[in-house]
T-cell receptor
Framework: QQQVKQSPQSLIVQKGGISIINCAYENTAFDYFPWYQQFPGKGPALLIAIRPDVSEKKEGRFTISFNKSAKQFSLHIMDSQPGDSATYFCAARLNSNSGYALNFGKGTSLLVTP | NAGVMQNPRHLVRRRGQEARLRCSPVKGHSHVYWYRQLPEEGLKFMVYLQKENIIDESGMPKERFSAEFPKEGPSILRIQQVVRGDSAAYFC????????????FGPGTRLTVL
């Protein structure tokens, strides 16, 4: 059972464009939503994360938008660059004493063309 | 400032053999998490360990899989009598503290079962 649904599966964006990746969840007990970036042959690296008490968080060209009522969150990559080409995973973690496991989406393969 | 280290990076085993995957956490981190990534899938939580203790193994298959994190040395994920379905990338993550802390991922071990 996939607790976090991610779309699209793949995305092609021209250099300088905006890349948008969406995630949705059902469990309202999730309280931490990170995004990870993974290059081929490497492990996932934390990109940016948000908690549900804010609706937006920006770090450089990367922005998370969070809609608590819709149970959706998205990653926006502004001015996308070829070096951003990677697989992006959203994740969610439970708000409980046993909530240490990250629940990942299936990933989005992003290709930024020159 | 070494990150999470995993070895081997690639492991080939024949059906029925044993696979041992090693993970050295970031220096100073005492919490280790193992995840499995099947092709075209996101990462799935397997087990969470602190030094000498298994905290949560709810994501581990009931048979053939075991994990440990001894007082000295790396964490080990052991798969006995491997089958083709065990072929996957296995990632280890570590954190300094528990649930609320950021998890830092290693580069993974890619297991191929022939």
């Amino acid at each position: 059972q996939q607790q976090v649904k991610q779309s699209p599966q793949s995305l092609i964006v021209q250099k300088g464009g905006i890349s948008i990746i969406n995630c949705a969840y059902e469990n309202t007990a999730f309280d931490y939503f990170p995004w990870y970036q993974q290059f081929p042959g490497k492990g996932p690296a934390l990109l940016i994360a948000i908690r549900p008490d804010v609706s937006e968080k920006k770090e450089g060209r990367f922005t998370i938008s969070f809609n608590k009522s819709a149970k959706q969150f998205s990653l926006h990559i502004m001015d996308s660059q070829p070096g951003d080409s990677a697989t992006y995973f959203c994740a969610a973690r439970l708000n409980s004493n046993s909530g240490y496991a990250l629940n990942f989406g299936k990933g989005t393969s992003l290709l930024v063309t020159p | 400032n070494a990150g999470v280290m995993q070895n081997p990076r690639h492991l080939v085993r024949r059906r029925g053999q044993e696979a041992r995957l090693r993970c050295s956490p970031v220096k100073g981190h005492s919490h280790v998490y193992w995840y499995r990534q099947l092709p075209e899938e996101g990462l799935k939580f397997m087990v969470y360990l602190q030094k000498e203790n298994i905290i949560d193994e709810s994501g581990m298959p009931k048979e053939r899989f075991s994990a440990e994190f001894p007082k000295e040395g790396p964490s080990i994920l052991r798969i006995q009598q491997v089958v083709r379905g065990d072929s996957a990338a296995y990632f280890c993550a570590s954190s300094r503290q528990g649930r609320t802390d950021t998890q830092y991922f290693g580069p993974g071990t890619r297991l191929t079962v022939l």
